[in-house]
């Protein structure tokens, strides 16, 4: 090995010793930051609170608390000979001069009595003297008056009534701070201990400009000095609230409040940190988290919090109590006490307690706002208070504190809003104020401020722990916005505040389940409506693919797609009502209202995309080809006698045509009906939701009562929960409409479309109905009587025999009584049948046919274009009836049953090539071109509109009006238009339709 060579395990360690020592720093950059709780009053009598560390630290040998319990003192009888910044040593007094110095420097003998303190005691009018002249320690101390008049190292005191020691900053030299010492807020600091260039402005950024505080001109240096020099602990406390009052910012000026306090923060690297936390410096506020990229992403989703959250426990105790609690600062950096948070400390806008209660309650998304006074802040906080909040984990003697991370949305990084990036850009803080009218006073501090800073918005938010089942957290992180107020008219000013506390999840998992159900089930509705547009094909006859085709498909591919989006809009809001609402250890969050926005889209394109299909289905019901083929024939026993040619002659009477306008009015009143009672569906739906107070499940708090008290809080609506809601209870009641009138209703009370089934029948009528070209229905209503122009006993002896079974049956077949079929008719029997119809439509361009006017009014070219429809008509229907005798062997018929499989697929496997084909059809599926055949269409289209103006409008009332007006008009539409269609296809005058 050549000399100087390290070995290899040597080199290796070298190596190896960067990537531990990264390591470690990583890990205990991601630690969990838990620390005790601890109150003044706990700590005992040798033990001060240590308002850096917000802990108890033992006091030192021979040394018990001070009466404010936050400093350490020598005992009774001890001397304080030395001190060591913030360290004291004390040294018992000899028996010859037993009592202390009233500085605490010093032994002495008394004239007099000890105090209980150990310290000398002097007549009620007397000043004790412990120095003479010159500063000296006296044998035996004196009751004298102060003489100020010597140099000494004693100065009066403020009140004049005793003489004391100077400040120790002075004892090196003497109570003169001369030069090149700096005297800054009665402290003697030692030349070149800090820069006396500070600058104590502060930027107010929302104004674009900077104010020379008169509170940082006085303190600053000072703050800064004591907490460099002497470890003061109030000086670093009353620096780091400078620096949080310039709102955490760093600028490239080194010199300002936080770049001081950065200085400060670098020079005590090396001593220990306070609490284990390595951002917590000793003797300092812990005001930042570091600022290594990525750190905030860490210490916000690394270790959750070691408290699990339940709705419902095992003895259906929940475990939903957020207990945050902070330590409270003045801005001189005294600690003044332990405040549990909420009421008026960080909420600032007055309320009921039991309302501001609310906002602690996990899973509760509470949101609070209110225009306060300038004046009534001002008054309320006269000096900024700071708080330094904490989670309280466990209880008792065990009692642990976890420190909340602060994001200030304001806070600035050399003139960047850091903050409002993306969270590796993120820079964590922790001691957050309220109200700031000091720094903003510019020539001194009883003048008027120019401009306060106001903690505008406060949230605190929840995240959940990934796939938790036991309710666990990651650290809740408080949200903190600052508002610039210049200060114009104080009297009239106000400021909104908002407090809100949220909660959210990872939503990635549950966006990518939705997207993949779309891109699933969408794929399904592609082949779907291709076969529909297949089906299509074949119904019309054509083997083309044109414009027409791809515009069908598109048409079709809208209505699928419309029952995706729906099932899986309706789904979601289902899962989320249920898995929320319902959850013991809570695992599931629900949305943020932003979250909210895609899934509101998924519901407009549901909407959008059914009310297109649905305008689709309306223009092919009213625009179907209708026939009613009369069979009744002529009876020549009751007709007329007639003279032609010299002799008399018998004429059978004319059919009626009476039996044609009831069906036809029939047809008419039958067209919008449906399965369910549109108006009591409103009603039972409005009725569910604001009087039983179902509406209260869509609100964005865990508990699933549908009743609240007027005096608790109401939190906002989730758009999830309330379309859930409002949803599946119109479903629910439109489902259960549906059953109660097909499986009672029809049944034993009224079915109207098996009754128009048997009124053709009785009326010896039967209806044909084209869909499309060459596909659509049959409703054999041929009577098996014969004849239906007859009175009223032979009408009542033809029910008899056929209620007896003594006449054959209705059916087309046979000892069949199946009456409806659908049909798949040929080409040619179309091309016959347009040929018959021309006829028909250009009957409609004689004003005569249908005037509302009286029949005498009609003239003569009316007359004539009647007598060529009514001509028309009789060629039609003894063309169609024809066809049904089989009386036209090129253009005849089959009957046969359809497969189960084209039931299903809707779809028709054999194309009619000679004959026609009638298949079997006991479902009445003609309903198809009526509303009743397209409820579910219907049923989901008012389900949308009802759930689309309510979240747009939140109120279910609206809502409700809306969609009743809007099925009205619809309905009106429908009418109207299929009455035109009814008119025109089968020429049935428009005014004998009532």
């Known amino acids: 090995?050549?000399?100087?060579?390290?070995?290899?395990?040597?080199?290796?360690?070298?190596?190896?010793?960067?990537?531990?020592?990264?390591?470690?720093?990583?890990?205990?950059?991601?630690?969990?930051?838990?620390?005790?709780?601890?109150?003044?009053?706990?700590?005992?009598?040798?033990?001060?609170?240590?308002?850096?560390?917000?802990?108890?630290?033992?006091?030192?040998?021979?040394?018990?608390?001070?009466?404010?319990?936050?400093?350490?003192?020598?005992?009774?009888?001890?001397?304080?000979?030395?001190?060591?910044?913030?360290?004291?040593?004390?040294?018992?007094?000899?028996?010859?001069?037993?009592?202390?110095?009233?500085?605490?420097?010093?032994?002495?003998?008394?004239?007099?009595?000890?105090?209980?303190?150990?310290?000398?005691?002097?007549?009620?009018?007397?000043?004790?003297?412990?120095?003479?002249?010159?500063?000296?320690?006296?044998?035996?101390?004196?009751?004298?008056?102060?003489?100020?008049?010597?140099?000494?190292?004693?100065?009066?005191?403020?009140?004049?009534?005793?003489?004391?020691?100077?400040?120790?900053?002075?004892?090196?030299?003497?109570?003169?701070?001369?030069?090149?010492?700096?005297?800054?807020?009665?402290?003697?600091?030692?030349?070149?201990?800090?820069?006396?260039?500070?600058?104590?402005?502060?930027?107010?950024?929302?104004?674009?400009?900077?104010?020379?505080?008169?509170?940082?001109?006085?303190?600053?240096?000072?703050?800064?000095?004591?907490?460099?020099?002497?470890?003061?602990?109030?000086?670093?406390?009353?620096?780091?609230?400078?620096?949080?009052?310039?709102?955490?910012?760093?600028?490239?000026?080194?010199?300002?409040?936080?770049?001081?306090?950065?200085?400060?923060?670098?020079?005590?690297?090396?001593?220990?940190?306070?609490?284990?936390?390595?951002?917590?410096?000793?003797?300092?506020?812990?005001?930042?988290?570091?600022?290594?990229?990525?750190?905030?992403?860490?210490?916000?989703?690394?270790?959750?919090?070691?408290?699990?959250?339940?709705?419902?426990?095992?003895?259906?105790?929940?475990?939903?109590?957020?207990?945050?609690?902070?330590?409270?600062?003045?801005?001189?950096?005294?600690?003044?006490?332990?405040?549990?948070?909420?009421?008026?400390?960080?909420?600032?806008?007055?309320?009921?307690?039991?309302?501001?209660?609310?906002?602690?309650?996990?899973?509760?998304?509470?949101?609070?706002?209110?225009?306060?006074?300038?004046?009534?802040?001002?008054?309320?906080?006269?000096?900024?208070?700071?708080?330094?909040?904490?989670?309280?984990?466990?209880?008792?003697?065990?009692?642990?504190?976890?420190?909340?991370?602060?994001?200030?949305?304001?806070?600035?990084?050399?003139?960047?809003?850091?903050?409002?990036?993306?969270?590796?850009?993120?820079?964590?803080?922790?001691?957050?104020?309220?109200?700031?009218?000091?720094?903003?006073?510019?020539?001194?501090?009883?003048?008027?401020?120019?401009?306060?800073?106001?903690?505008?918005?406060?949230?605190?938010?929840?995240?959940?722990?990934?796939r938790t089942l036991e309710g666990q957290v990651y650290p809740p992180l408080i949200i903190v916005t600052y508002r610039d107020v210049p200060i114009t008219d104080i009297d009239t000013q106000t400021v909104s505040i908002t407090f809100a506390v949220e909660y959210e999840m990872d939503q990635n998992e549950a966006r990518m389940k939705t997207n993949t159900a779309l891109g699933v089930m969408g794929g399904v509705a592609v082949l779907y409506s291709l076969l529909k547009t297949v089906s299509w094909k074949r119904r019309i006859a054509s083997p083309l693919i044109d414009v027409e085709t791809v515009m069908k498909f598109l048409l079709f591919y809208a209505g699928d797609l419309a029952n995706v989006f729906f099932t899986v809009t309706v789904g979601t809001g289902l899962y989320w009502l249920i898995f929320y609402k319902a959850q013991q250890s809570v695992s599931v969050l629900l949305p943020l209202p932003a979250q909210e926005e895609q899934f509101v889209t998924y519901i407009g394109c549901a909407f959008a995309l059914k009310a297109l299909q649905l305008l689709h289905k309306l223009i092919l019901q009213v625009s179907v080809d209708v026939f009613l083929m009369d069979w009744e024939r002529p009876r020549s026993k009751a007709g007329r006698t007639v003279q032609a040619a010299g002799e008399s002659k018998r004429e059978p009477s004319p059919v009626s045509i009476w039996r044609t306008y009831f069906v036809a009015n029939e047809w008419n009143e039958i067209q919008t009906i449906r399965k369910i009672s549109p108006t009591f569906q409103i009603i039972a739906v409005l009725f569910f939701l604001e009087v039983l107070g179902f509406s209260n499940l869509a609100l964005r708090d865990p508990w699933p009562t549908l009743e609240r008290s007027p005096e608790a809080y109401t939190p906002a609506y989730s758009l999830i929960l309330r379309y859930g809601v409002a949803a599946t209870l119109w479903l629910c009641i439109g489902l259960l409409q549906v059953i109660f009138f097909t499986v009672f209703y029809e049944h034993f009370v009224e079915d109207k479309v098996r009754q128009f089934v048997d009124l053709c029948s009785i009326s010896n009528i039967s209806v044909l109905l084209l869909s499309h070209r060459c596909f659509g229905y049959y409703i054999h209503g041929r009577s098996v009587h014969g004849h239906a122009d007859t009175n009223m006993e032979e009408m009542n002896n033809n029910l008899r025999r056929e209620h007896e079974s003594l006449c054959s049956q209705r059916g087309l077949l046979p000892n069949s009584e199946l009456q409806t079929f659908q049909v798949s008719i040929t080409n040619r029997l179309r091309v016959q049948y347009d040929r018959i119809r021309e006829p028909f439509s250009r009957g409609n361009m004689f004003p005569g046919l249908h005037r509302n006017g009286p029949s005498r009014l009609m003239d003569a070219g009316s007359c004539n274009g009647l007598e060529q429809q009514a001509k028309a008509y009789n060629t039609m229907n003894y063309f169609l009836g024809s066809i049904i005798d089989h009386a036209y062997p090129d253009m005849d018929f089959i009957v046969k049953d359809k497969l189960m499989f084209e039931r299903v697929i809707g779809m028709e496997f054999l194309e009619p090539s000679d004959k026609s084909i009638f298949y079997t059809d006991e479902a009445h599926s003609f309903s198809d071109v009526l509303y009743y055949g397209n409820e579910a269409t219907l049923l989901i289209f008012d389900t949308l509109f009802f759930c689309v103006v309510d979240l747009g409008s939140q109120s279910f009332v609206l809502a409700a009006v809306l969609t009743y007006l809007q099925q009205m008009i619809l309905r009106l539409l429908r009418n109207t238009l299929g009455r035109k269609n009814l008119v025109n296809k089968t020429m049935v005058d428009e005014r004998f339709l009532i």
Not at 107 to 113: A, D, E, K, L
Not at 214 to 222: E, G, I, K, P
Not at 252 to 265: E, H, R
Not at 333 to 355: H, M, S
């Open 1 to 466: 090995m050549a000399t100087g060579t390290p070995p290899f395990a040597v080199r290796r360690l070298k190596v190896l010793l960067p990537l531990f020592l990264i390591i470690c720093i990583d890990i205990i950059s991601c630690q969990q930051f838990i620390i005790p709780y601890t109150a003044p009053a706990d700590c005992n009598v040798e033990e001060f609170f240590d308002i850096s560390s917000i802990s108890c630290v033992r006091c030192g040998p021979n040394q018990l608390r001070s009466t404010t319990g936050l400093r350490c003192i020598c005992k009774t009888g001890y001397q304080t000979i030395t001190t060591d910044k913030a360290s004291i040593i004390c040294q018992q007094c000899s028996t010859d001069k037993p009592a202390v110095t009233t500085d605490g420097f010093g032994c002495i003998r008394c004239p007099g009595s000890l105090s209980d303190d150990g310290k000398c005691q002097c007549p009620k009018d007397s000043v004790l003297v412990e120095r003479d002249v010159s500063g000296n320690l006296l044998d035996e101390a004196r009751c004298e008056t102060c003489n100020g008049n010597s140099p000494a190292l004693s100065v009066p005191n403020n009140s004049g009534d005793r003489c004391e020691r100077c400040q120790a900053s002075f004892t090196n030299t003497s109570c003169l701070c001369k030069p090149p010492n700096v005297l800054v807020g009665g402290l003697c600091f030692p030349p070149g201990s800090l820069s006396t260039n500070v600058n104590p402005s502060v930027n107010f950024a929302q104004l674009k400009f900077s104010v020379q505080s008169a509170w940082f001109v006085q303190n600053l240096y000072s703050a800064s000095a004591a907490c460099l020099v002497f470890s003061n602990l109030t000086a670093c406390q009353a620096l780091g609230n400078m620096c949080v009052m310039n709102m955490h910012s760093f600028t490239g000026v080194s010199t300002d409040a936080c770049g001081l306090f950065n200085t400060i923060y670098r020079s005590r690297a090396a001593l220990s940190s306070t609490q284990d936390i390595s951002y917590w410096r000793v003797n300092l506020p812990w005001l930042y988290y570091g600022e290594e990229p990525g750190l905030a992403g860490r210490v916000l989703q690394t270790d959750p919090v070691p408290v699990g959250f339940s709705f419902r426990g095992r003895n259906k105790v929940p475990n939903t109590d957020i207990k945050l609690i902070a330590a409270v600062y003045n801005v001189r950096g005294e600690f003044l006490r332990w405040e549990p948070v909420g009421g008026q400390n960080i909420q600032l806008c007055p309320d009921a307690k039991t309302k501001q209660v609310a906002a602690f309650s996990f899973g509760t998304a509470y949101q609070q706002s209110c225009d306060l006074s300038v004046k009534e802040l001002l008054d309320t906080y006269p000096e900024p208070l700071f708080y330094d909040v904490f989670m309280e984990l466990g209880g008792g003697e065990n009692k642990k504190l976890l420190p909340l991370p602060t994001l200030v949305n304001n806070q600035q990084y050399n003139g960047r809003f850091i903050n409002q990036e993306s969270m590796k850009n993120w820079y964590l803080s922790r001691r957050i104020f309220l109200v700031d009218g000091l720094s903003g006073r510019e020539k001194s501090l009883s003048a008027q401020p120019k401009v306060i800073r106001v903690t505008s918005s406060v949230k605190i938010r929840f995240q959940l722990v990934p």
